[in-house]
């Protein structure tokens, strides 16, 4: 267990701790008193029928998507739904590595997947909170690999679902892009096999994390645009130190870690003996399949392929030229035409 | 100074060392009695205009050209022309960090630019060779950008230009993904600040070089296709440790690093006080541009770009899902591609 302020009220909050009970891990390791970190705007109708869950990115918490994606008058208006934002497990406010007590914790943390998480969030909404169903579940990144595993292992709780900028079923050159970020991290003598002291310890390969985020989070068009000079950076380095790795240093290494794991594996085909179309044809929501048209390594092509094994759905990719990190919302456009994707996808009706 | 089997006529011969003499570097260091290999096909004729020059790219040497790109019936014709191959400084037949002696070997060999190996690049062929002009300037990736030089610092003498999947001036994304790559080899504890014992104590370095390659080298749609099934691997891991492990782990890494740093700097605007307008204007040769449709880090866009500020020249795109990798030829079509665009070119009438 390691103190971080940077995983804190003050910063992320007001969010709530559920403890979701012992959560038995697909890899066989049990977290013992699972607690989600959830933060909701908007209050749950009479007819129960309102509720909107967002599951977070990788790095990411709710306060991100507050920021990006919430607000009166947008799509995902909390005048009109309730709206769960529920942090994965090892995002650092859930229960994560950092933040569980020794021998459990740190690199002992055990290994979770995205099911793992799909698993604790459905006890939560149906146990805690009561829910049967959910308008819509929707996520970038992470969020949308969960956002699949939702609508194919509930199919009849998801009415619609929108994945932003994600896959069903991670390709192999996204997982070689994950290895590298793991790599960067833990091939820092200071990151000690994962029992480092704190997260300075681990300054450079949090650093050389930043740079790969920064050469495939982004696109060569944002930096043949010179984009991070409209965000406030006078060069590249100014940017990859004062705006990247500001971002990344404060993090716990073992919490990205975790997430990096999960993420690299999501597959819904786990569910199906490996059958993507099997699997992706359980789906009964209305899908709105929305992959960023720049990204480099969730590109429209390969959302394109999975999309076509959905049932109900629609082909919706975002102009930008941010790539992935179009998510963090710096390009109005590309936060336009998700709104505008999310508002046709609400007004559909379901069954 | 540091034995290495694999920079040998064994495996990349025949070529010929031409000592040019002392060759003064823009950063301000000698390379004393500078050695460039060489390899030739074909013979001068009479005229002296049949000279076709080939600069190598980072981590290539003659030999991958001739295999790829050279032979009767081709475009790049030994019965045809004087085929010039040579083997750029750092690349480790020329002189390169680990074949020059003690004290100014491995890491204290000094900085070399693009610049450096054209000029002498330059000297070889009209001192050594008495050529006047050269028909043809062609090269991919660091040959591309070798080739831009050529064109701009001696557009009198380069008739026809045809820059391969590299650019004039190095973007800024392309540099990030550079020092992505000098951060995975010299974070490497046995990379000893430069003076390890030999490249197997940078095994871990080279490893992750080889992956970040594999992630950017190749594209999305080459892991989608799993072309490296058709290339002869099982899986990702047996392409990533046979093939571009294999490829990379016997090379030298203060040579993989003179490279680097050169390619990261590349840029024709240098002669022309940063003005990049002015300096690929000063090109006289008919020059097809010609990227690849996937690649990652010298993409299209940024190729055509530039291409619009050069006066006689065309917009050449190669499709393939081999990304920048396509260069090694195992892409059949896009090699078929660059023939026929260097026919062409080659068929162009110039004064």
Known sequence: MLENSYYSQDVHGPFELHDIG????E?????RGCKLAVATQGRLNAA???AILIPTWYSGTNKIIEQVLIGPGRALDPDKYFILIVNQIGGGLST?????PAPGGM????????????????RLVTQTLGLESLALVVGGSMGAQQTYEWAVRYPEMVKRAAPIAGTARNTEHDALFGEMLVEAITSDPGFAKGFYRSSDDVREGLLRHARMWAVMGWSTEFFQAKRYRTLGFSSVDDFILNFMFAYFRVMDPNDLLCMAWKWMRGDVSRMTGGDLRTA???????TFVIPMS????FPPADCQAEWRLIPDSEFRPVETNDGHLALFGADPGAIAQIDRHLNELLA????
């Not at 012992?22 to 891990?25: A, D, F, G, V, W």
């Not at 890899?27 to 977290?31: A, I």
């Not at 979770?112 to 969030?121: F, L, N, P, S, T």
């Open 27 to 31: 890899e066989g390791g049990t977290l």
């Open 280 to 286: 992706l044809g359980r789906i009964k929501a209305k």
């Open 348 to 351: 559909t009706e379901v069954s």
């Open 294 to 297: 720049s990204d480099m390594f």
């Open 22 to 25: 012992n959560l038995e891990l």
């Open 48 to 50: 129960k029928d309102n």
């Open 107 to 122: 690199a002992h943390f055990p290994r979770v997947r995205i099911g793992d998480d799909v698993r604790a969030q459905h």
């Open 96 to 100: 994560s590595p950092h933040n569980t």
